[in-house]
């Protein structure tokens, strides 16, 4: 039972970290001067408070994360072995690039903004800080 416990408070830790990094991504990741926008990573929300929209994203990003990760890690371990590991940074690319597809096409009046696939690769090791903190507290 206690661990149970331990690991619900670890997934919401995560998750509470994972909504703090995309909102930080969000707001700082570019500028937007007018109509031109330089930001690599935006959210669009027509109907939600940006607490809800991001706690939502999070939500989201860690079921791609967990579970669908999980299964790709599988399936692509023969190449990760071969690349030593360096194919995990585009598996990542990849994870958040299945995260904005979802998004983008469920009924959820949100829109996502991903640019260029190395700017992805940033975020993606923003995204990891939240599983790296989650397993400070094991």
Same mark, same amino acid.
């Given at each position: #039972? ?9 997934? #919401?830790?995560?998750?509470?970290? +994972? ?9 700082? *990741? ?6 031109? *926008? +330089? ?5 669009? +929300? ?12 999070? /939500? /989201? ?43 983008? +096409?469920?009924?959820?009046? #949100? ?16 995204? #990891? ?10």
């Amino acid at each position: #039972m206690k661990r149970i416990i331990h690991l619900l408070v670890r997934y #919401m830790l995560t998750i509470i970290f +994972t909504a703090i990094i995309l909102w930080a991504v969000d707001q700082y *990741s570019g500028q937007t001067v007018g109509e031109i *926008s +330089t930001k690599w990573f935006f959210v669009e +929300t027509t109907k939600y408070d940006p607490y809800l929209t991001f706690g939502f994203l999070a /939500v /989201v990003l860690f079921i791609c994360n967990t579970i669908l990760k999980k299964i790709l890690q599988i399936l692509t371990l023969p190449l990760r072995r071969l690349t030593l590991g360096l194919f995990s940074f585009v598996l990542n690319v990849l994870i958040l690039y299945i995260f904005q597809y979802i998004i983008n +096409t469920g009924d959820f009046w #949100m829109t996502i903004y991903l640019w260029d696939w190395i700017q992805v690769l940033i975020l993606s090791f923003f995204v #990891m800080i939240p599983n790296i903190l989650a397993k400070l507290f094991k």
